[in-house]
T-cell receptor
Framework: DAGVIQSPRHEVTEMGQEVTLRCKPISGHNSLFWYRQTMMRGLELLIYFNNNVPIDDSGMPEDRFSAKMPNASFSTLKIQPSEPRDSAVYFC???????????FGPGTRLLVL | AQTVTQSQPEMSVQEAETVTLSCTYDTSESDYYLFWYKQPPSRQMILVIRQEAYKQQNATENRFSVNFQKAAKSFSLKISDSQLGDAAMYFCAYRSINNAGNMLTFGGGTRLMVKP
């Protein structure tokens, strides 16, 4: 089985531009998580979905960030407008049930100039 | 809120030797899960081992084992017969067992270097 798939793997953009990160969870998993990793803050949860419904978005830094899960096999994390402080590695993870082990994608390395 | 602390920013071990990475956590819950994830230079987060708090037996996966001390809120990872491919960042993580808290809370990580 394929693992969690994320695209793009690397993204370089200029401040003010819109950025869209994509995630395809493991087939059959019904929970999906977006994490951000920075040197300063480590790994932190941004938002998670259960059965395509956002359950906890308290980690979303501000209104510039939004996430959607239109169906069980696809989710997006959008940043508009992007800022240099958004530069980080963004991970998507999925699990069979909310309580089960989370499996991570390869991450998207975002650099905002 | 739960917190996870990894007090060793860096560790090194000689190839074929054994190394132990430390992790402590703070929680008021009685049931929860603990994890060790490995992050090699590729940045992929790879699950190493998982422990359910209600299980007294320490989890083991091949060369990886944990020492889970629930009363002390300690969860250390032992890597036996270290290999060059074990060099990576290792993150300890906590997760609540109830539906309201499915996020992973991560420690700050320990960078493990393996010397040939």
């Amino acid at each position: 089985d394929a693992g969690v798939i994320q695209s793009p793997r690397h993204e370089v953009t200029e401040m003010g531009q819109e950025v869209t990160l994509r995630c395809k969870p493991i087939s059959g998993h019904n929970s999906l998580f977006w994490y951000r990793q920075t040197m300063m803050r480590g790994l932190e949860l941004l938002i998670y979905f259960n059965n395509n419904v956002p359950i906890d978005d308290s980690g979303m830094p501000e209104d510039r960030f939004s996430a959607k899960m239109p169906n069980a096999s696809f989710s997006t994390l959008k940043i508009q407008p992007s800022e240099p402080r958004d530069s980080a590695v963004y991970f998507c993870a999925s699990s069979l049930y909310p309580q089960e082990t989370q499996y991570f994608g390869p991450g998207t390395r975002l650099l905002v100039l | 809120a739960q917190t996870v602390t990894q007090s060793q920013p860096e560790m090194s071990v000689q190839e074929a030797e054994t190394v132990t990475l430390s992790c402590t956590y703070d929680t008021s819950e009685s049931d929860y899960y603990l994890f060790w994830y490995k992050q090699p230079p590729s940045r992929q987060m790879i699950l190493v081992i998982r422990q359910e708090a209600y299980k007294q037996q320490n989890a083991t996966e091949n060369r990886f084992s944990v020492n889970f001390q629930k009363a002390a809120k300690s969860f250390s990872l032992k890597i036996s017969d270290s290999q060059l491919g074990d060099a990576a960042m290792y993150f300890c993580a906590y997760r609540s067992i109830n539906n309201a808290g499915n996020m992973l809370t991560f420690g700050g990580g320990t960078r493990l270097m393996v010397k040939p």
